[in-house]
Every structure is written in C-alpha cells, then in structure tokens.
C-alpha cells in the first residue's frame, strides 16, 4: 500500500469505525487493539516511521472509547528477528489484557512497541479471540 493512502486510510477507518457508528458512543465495549510491530512499520512516511505515526493516533483513539469499555492492546512481529523466522511468524503477544483502560499504563505499553520482523496478522487475529468474553459487544482494530 502506498504511503500516501495508509495514514489517510487509517485516519478514515478510525473515524468511521468510531465517529459514525451510534453504538459505540453509547455503550460499553470490549475493543480489542491490534498493533503491527513488523519491521514493515520501520519505513518512513512523511518524515516519520509509520509505526511513529501509528504510535501518536492511537494515543488520539484512547478519548474516544466509551466509557466502561474494556480495552486490550495485542502486538506482532516485534519479539524474533527476521533469522527466527518460525519464531517470528508466530509472534503475537498481549501486552495489555482485556480490562478497563488505565490511560498511562496503556500509553507506557504503546511507546514500547519496536518494528522489528515479519507480519503474523492471520495468527494474532485466531489469538485475539482468546482475550475476549462471551459478550456480544466485541470489536477488533487491527493498525
């Protein structure tokens, strides 16, 4: 993907996924966040790396969870190098599990994300389903 349309697609997909939908602005949810920390997110992009870039929105996606919510943060590719590439196809970690948000803490386990490896989406997605309850009011930001 282009790094011209990634951020403004980003932006478009986090507005529309919270601004537009009346759900999430009255009720409680379980969101869980996914981060891609594969080295991919190490490129530049208008004079910053993406995951820079991807660091600062989510900070600005923190306000708009409504309150209640239970959050979780999940990062992949960021534990194994390239050369432990079986290691690193299944690097996926929870890094804040499914609660309510405590706005430092999370923001601490943000700023600790590093781009380093290869790109497990499919993997830390079948692992997501693990962090959630059996509430129906579930959703999932893959960045």
């Not at 996606?61 to 979780?72: D, F, R």
């Not at 970690?93 to 499914?98: A, R, V």
């Not at 999370?106 to 830390?124: D, E, G, L, M, V």
Request: charged share 20%; aromatic share 12%; hydrophobic share 40%.
């Amino acid at each position: 993907m282009s790094d011209r349309i990634f951020m403004p697609l980003f932006f478009s997909l986090a507005l529309l996924f919270f601004g537009y939908y009346p759900s999430w602005a009255d009720e409680a949810q379980e969101i869980e966040i996914i981060v891609d920390g594969s080295g991919s997110m190490a490129g530049k992009m208008e004079g910053s790396t993406k995951l820079a870039i991807a660091k600062q929105s989510l900070g600005k996606i923190l306000n708009e969870i409504p309150p209640g919510s239970q959050v979780a943060l999940r990062v992949y590719g960021q534990n194994f190098s390239v050369d432990e590439k079986e290691k690193s196809c299944q690097d996926s970690e929870l890094i804040y599990p499914m609660g309510p948000i405590d706005s430092e803490v999370f923001n601490q386990k943000i700023q600790s994300i590093k781009a380093r490896a290869y790109t497990p989406i499919a993997f830390s997605l079948a692992e997501a389903r693990n962090d959630f309850s059996a509430g129906e009011n579930r959703f999932i930001v893959l960045v």
